[in-house]
């Protein structure tokens, strides 16, 4: 911050020597013009009017150096890479340690058998195969077959049937973008490291959906009348997880390749508060129906993303670690991406446009579902019982090897 405070009065000082500069030149030529003998005074004046002159081109060269739209500046640099202001009800906080809970669904199940993680389980019912995805393309993949495979695509069929009743527009995004669409939403230049990225292309892979669904209308003034849009999009998703090493290497639950359904809203400023509980709400539905224990946090100042202006988890029951671990992350982004990408509204006709509030969480992803599915319907045989509300989507009820 001191950096990016002395790049600024840099900036502002060589703003006002222009204008001086310039008032001054001005001064001079006015003065030349009201002289009885006009060609005495411009002999003597234009000196100064010269210097004046070297003045302002050399002081607007050091602005257009340090001007915050200029690329390359290091204002802009700066910038760039100042997270989102948090709103005033984000809890304080260094780490997640901090985080607040809000409420919980459900109840835990308490098993009278040993329960088993859901590497094991998959293995053994030959629906997982991470030594296959390993030959194929190393660590952190993953092989679904069979009955794996088949529930996999009813969780993403039945996430994207929800939003619909929910409102939701479905959208099949490019899941290549470009580095501006990147930056638009925040994931440049922070998270640069995460990305799988083709330079030669200058093509990006998304990490997530929110990317394509929220620059969706970059650059562009909607009508008041038509907030909020609402969005939802099943997509694969691509993350080098390059700062979680060592963490959650078995498994599904931190993989380099992994599907979700994104939800993304773009909303009145004045409302997006509350647009953030209507799309957490959503988002826990699922769970719900799905009879997944589950718990809402808050997340504190120092565990807040770089988007995000405030946020809430949802972490369902994971017997394997027994505990509550992260399925959903919903944030509401105020105008952080929507400055960044020129996403703006008109209340009316005759109103200047404003900068729309955009929102966006997962509903949910299907790997970690699976996780909690496979964890907390094993039985004692190591068969799966499929919750209710998945079995139209997979034609069966349980899987067994």
């Given at each position: 911050?001191?950096?990016?405070?002395?790049?600024?009065?840099?900036?502002?000082?060589?703003?006002?020597?222009?204008?001086?500069?310039?008032?001054?030149?001005?001064?001079?030529?006015?003065?030349?013009?009201?002289?009885?003998?006009?060609?005495?005074?411009?002999?003597?004046?234009?000196?100064?009017?010269?210097?004046?002159?070297?003045?302002?081109?050399?002081?607007?060269?050091?602005?257009?150096?340090?001007?915050?739209?200029?690329?390359?500046?290091?204002?802009?640099?700066?910038?760039?890479?100042?997270?989102?202001?948090?709103?005033?009800?984000?809890?304080?906080?260094?780490?997640?340690?901090?985080?607040?809970?809000?409420?919980?669904?459900?109840?835990?199940?308490?098993?009278?058998?040993?329960?088993?993680?859901?590497?094991?389980?998959?293995?053994?019912?030959?629906?997982?195969?991470?030594?296959?995805?390993?030959?194929?393309?190393?660590?952190?993949?993953?092989?679904?077959?069979?009955?794996?495979?088949?529930?996999?695509?009813?969780?993403?069929?039945?996430?994207?049937?929800?939003?619909?009743?929910?409102?939701?527009?479905?959208?099949?995004?490019?899941?290549?973008?470009?580095?501006?669409?990147?930056w638009s939403t925040g994931q440049l230049n922070k998270f640069a490291d995460a990305m799988f990225e083709d330079p030669q292309a200058r093509l990006f892979m998304i990490p997530t959906a929110e990317v394509p669904l929220t620059a969706l209308?970059?650059?562009?003034?909607?009508?008041?009348?038509?907030?909020?849009?609402?969005?939802?999009?099943?997509?694969?998703?691509?993350?080098?997880?390059?700062?979680?090493?060592?963490?959650?290497?078995?498994?599904?639950?931190?993989?380099?390749?992994?599907?979700?359904?994104?939800?993304?809203?773009?909303?009145?400023?004045?409302?997006?508060?509350?647009?953030?509980?209507?799309?957490?709400?959503?988002?826990?539905?699922?769970?719900?129906?799905?009879?997944?224990?589950?718990?809402?946090?808050?997340?504190?100042?120092?565990?807040?993303?770089?988007?995000?202006?405030?946020?809430?988890?949802?972490?369902?029951?994971?017997?394997?670690?027994?505990?509550?671990?992260?399925?959903?992350?919903?944030?509401?982004?105020?105008?952080?991406?929507?400055?960044?990408?020129?996403?703006?509204?008109?209340r009316d006709a005759k109103s200047k446009p404003e900068l729309v509030h955009t929102l966006n969480g997962s509903g949910l992803p299907v790997g970690r579902t699976l996780i909690a599915i496979l964890e907390n319907y094993q039985q004692a045989?190591?068969?799966?019982?499929?919750?209710?509300?998945?079995?139209?989507?997979?034609?069966?009820?349980?899987?067994?090897?």
């Amino acid at each position: 911050m001191d950096e990016l405070l002395r790049y600024d009065e840099e900036y502002r000082s060589a703003l006002t020597a222009v204008e001086r500069a310039k008032a001054e030149k001005n001064r001079l030529s006015a003065a030349i013009g009201e002289a009885p003998d006009k060609a005495v005074a411009a002999r003597e004046l234009r000196p100064k009017t010269e210097g004046l002159s070297r003045e302002i081109e050399e002081a607007d060269a050091r602005a257009q150096a340090l001007a915050p739209t200029e690329k390359g500046s290091p204002l802009r640099e700066l910038l760039q890479n100042l997270p989102n202001l948090l709103d005033d009800s984000v809890p304080d906080g260094a780490d997640a340690a901090s985080n607040v809970e809000l409420r919980r669904w459900g109840e835990p199940r308490r098993f009278d058998f040993v329960a088993k993680p859901h590497w094991e389980l998959g293995e053994r019912l030959g629906i997982l195969d991470f030594a296959r995805a390993a030959k194929l393309s190393g660590s952190r993949f993953s092989v679904l077959t069979g009955a794996g495979a088949r529930l996999a695509r009813a969780l993403e069929a039945f996430f994207l049937d929800r939003a619909a009743a929910r409102g939701y527009v479905e959208v099949a995004p490019p899941l290549l973008v470009s580095p501006e669409t990147m930056w638009s939403t925040g994931q440049l230049n922070k998270f640069a490291d995460a990305m799988f990225e083709d330079p030669q292309a200058r093509l990006f892979m998304i990490p997530t959906a929110e990317v394509p669904l929220t620059a969706l209308h970059s650059d562009e003034i909607l009508e008041g009348a038509g907030l909020p849009k609402k969005y939802a999009a099943g997509t694969p998703c691509f993350r080098k997880e390059a700062g979680a090493a060592g963490k959650d290497t078995r498994g599904l639950m931190r993989q380099h390749q992994f599907e979700k359904v994104e939800l993304v809203w773009l909303s009145h400023p004045e409302t997006s508060f509350e647009a953030l509980e209507s799309l957490t709400g959503d988002a826990e539905s699922l769970l719900r129906e799905l009879e997944l224990p589950y718990r809402i946090v808050a997340l504190c100042a120092g565990d807040m993303g770089f988007n995000a202006a405030k946020t809430y988890d949802i972490e369902a029951w994971i017997p394997s670690s027994d505990s509550y671990r992260e399925v959903s992350s919903c944030s509401n982004c105020t105008d952080f991406q929507a400055r960044r990408a020129a996403i703006r509204f008109r209340r009316d006709a005759k109103s200047k446009p404003e900068l729309v509030h955009t929102l966006n969480g997962s509903g949910l992803p299907v790997g970690r579902t699976l996780i909690a599915i496979l964890e907390n319907y094993q039985q004692a045989d190591g068969s799966i019982r499929l919750p209710q509300a998945l079995q139209p989507y997979t034609g069966f009820s349980e899987i067994r090897s």
